[in-house]
């Protein structure tokens, strides 16, 4: 058995590539800025990861750890976290998942100001 920062680990370090590859999709698919397109990229896998984790809270199944859910949004992930919040109606009654997407959206904002 894991414990729960391995396995947040492996959470954090599997979303971040695959929104990496996401990402770097959508620059050669649309010609989109490097910093809007990880937006992008990283805001979907935090929406399917949320999704995912409502799926496996219904059905009673093995959850994605609440760290990892935390960290998504803070690391760029915030857009797919806001949506995942309100969509499928998760962890919206927690209010460090409220904090943290304002956290990733503020990043976000700079983000893109300083670009």
Request: aromatic share 10%; hydrophobic share 55%; glycine share 10%.
């Amino acid at each position: 058995m894991h414990s729960k920062r391995e396995l947040t680990t492996r959470t954090l370090i599997a979303a971040f590539a695959a929104g990496v590859l996401v990402a770097a999709a959508f620059v050669v698919a649309t010609d989109v800025s490097v910093i809007v397109a990880y937006v992008l990229g990283l805001g979907l896998i935090t929406f399917l990861t949320y999704g995912y984790d409502k799926l496996q809270a219904v059905r009673g199944g093995r959850r994605i750890t609440e760290p990892a859910l935390l960290v998504l949004p803070v690391i760029g992930g915030a857009l797919g976290g806001w949506a995942g919040m309100l969509i499928w109606r998760h962890k919206t009654k927690h209010a460090s998942f409220w904090i943290a997407q304002i956290v990733g959206t503020l990043a976000i904002a700079a983000a893109l100001w300083l670009t």
